[in-house]
């Protein structure tokens, strides 16, 4: 072989090689990468994993008696044009971190107020249920707008935010705004933190908020300081002499809804040392009674929470005279979560408390055993006036 033949193939064969290797630098990378799940200790409605430089978001939960399970992708803005990923396998693709998020239900305010991104919430239907003090700042400024109803949210109002996502709030799978805003390119993803049945349960839910903003470290550090404050208060309930009893209600027109046993409201009052009177019934959530059966079985329960949203014992006696009958009433031990209220009427229990369960706690232990919390200052439970 001659000397200018041998060069002319070394120089054709580097050619390839350098051709060929910026062709693999194109490539778009595989995603199929090795599984790490996120660690979920109390939540049940979803669950997180790492796939390599992504992160995988499934929902089991979205609404109470789902059957399908919503998968979600959220990928890194500077490796998105990177990647491939399996087609038909996610409910939403997310590019992170978000700078714009449309949210639907009150619940989303404390878990981002704890996380630091507020600035990121655009818009929200009813912004007078909102009772955050710094979340209405940013709505009298403009910097959140008013959407309407979740059921049917104002679609123009939403496209023209140019939302990077919608945390979706739902009760079925039929929301005709939503299919609007999805066929549009906006990535719909459904929250379902208010179905799960315990209190650290819910308040783990700002784990899923978490990935949207690249801040999981930081929801460890919030919900591990929860965790403890919780299980202290907990603790701490285990030492008073008394279980007082406990009822909780009230009438809607001629149904008496209490509290179910394995409901949110019934894990409070076990971890805060009480009887409560429905405490071995099944139902996660309320049970429909008549005036009857709660005046035989609670007539004589210390204690009363929650008498439907009536803020002092003369809208009770104008609501029904029978409740005249129960001794909680005659001894004034009736206390509401509906008291406390945000600057437009917002319930300020129904935004943070699924957030905070330790304040919460607290509020219960401090009602029922006095001696244990004597200088803790009531969150969410107040006396009716």
């Known amino acids: 072989m001659g000397q200018k033949r041998f060069s002319s193939l070394v120089f054709t064969l580097m050619l390839t090689i350098f051709i060929v290797g910026c062709q693999e630098k194109k490539k778009p990378i595989s995603v199929k990468q090795n599984v790490v799940p996120n660690q979920i200790q109390y939540a049940t409605g979803f669950n997180i994993k790492s796939e390599g430089i992504i992160t995988v978001i499934e929902v089991s939960s979205p609404w109470p ?6 998968t979600y992708a959220l990928v890194p803005k500077d490796r998105l044009a990177s990647i491939t990923l399996p087609r038909d396998a996610y409910d939403a693709i997310v590019a992170t971190p978000v700078n714009q998020m449309i949210i639907t239900s009150t619940t989303h305010i404390a878990a981002l107020e704890a996380l630091g991104e507020l600035d990121a919430i655009v818009g929200f239907p009813n912004t007078d249920l909102i009772s955050s003090v710094a979340a209405r700042v940013r709505i009298q400024k403009g910097q959140i707008e008013e959407l309407g109803t979740n059921e049917n949210i104002n679609t123009e109002i939403t496209l023209a935010l140019k939302p990077e996502v919608l945390i979706g709030f739902g009760i079925n799978d039929t929301n005709k ?3 609007t805003l999805h066929k549009s390119g906006i990535p719909i993803v459904y929250n379902g933190d208010w179905t799960e ?9 700002i784990k899923f908020f978490a990935p949207f903003f690249n801040k999981e470290s930081l929801a460890d ?5 929860i965790e403890a404050n919780y299980k202290k208060a907990k603790k701490l309930a285990q030492n008073a002499i008394e279980k007082p009893t406990v009822l909780t209600g009230g009438l809607y027109k001629d149904v008496w809804y209490v509290a179910g046993g394995k409901s949110w409201m019934a894990q409070f009052l076990e971890d805060a040392n009480a009887n409560y009177l429905w405490q071995e019934t099944p139902n996660t959530g309320s049970i429909g009674l008549s005036l009857e059966a709660v005046l035989e079985k609670g007539v004589q329960a210390d204690y009363w929470f929650n008498p439907s949203l009536h803020g002092s014992y003369e ?3 104008q609501a029904n005279s029978h409740y005249r ?10 206390f509401s979560n509906a008291i406390n209220k945000g600057e437009t009427g917002g319930l300020l229990f129904y935004e943070l408390a699924p957030q905070r369960p330790d304040l919460v706690l607290k509020d219960l232990i401090s009602i029922l055993h006095p001696k244990l919390l004597p200088e803790h200052q009531p969150h969410f439970f107040m006396p009716l006036n």
């Open 65 to 70: 008696g789902s059957k399908s399970t919503f």
């Open 177 to 179: 705004a939503y299919e």
């Open 197 to 205: 049945g315990t209190p650290l349960g819910k308040a783990e839910w």
């Open 221 to 225: 550090e919030v919900f591990e300081g």
């Open 315 to 317: 809208e009770l006696l």
């Open 325 to 334: 009958q129960f001794k909680a009433f005659e001894q004034k031990t009736v």
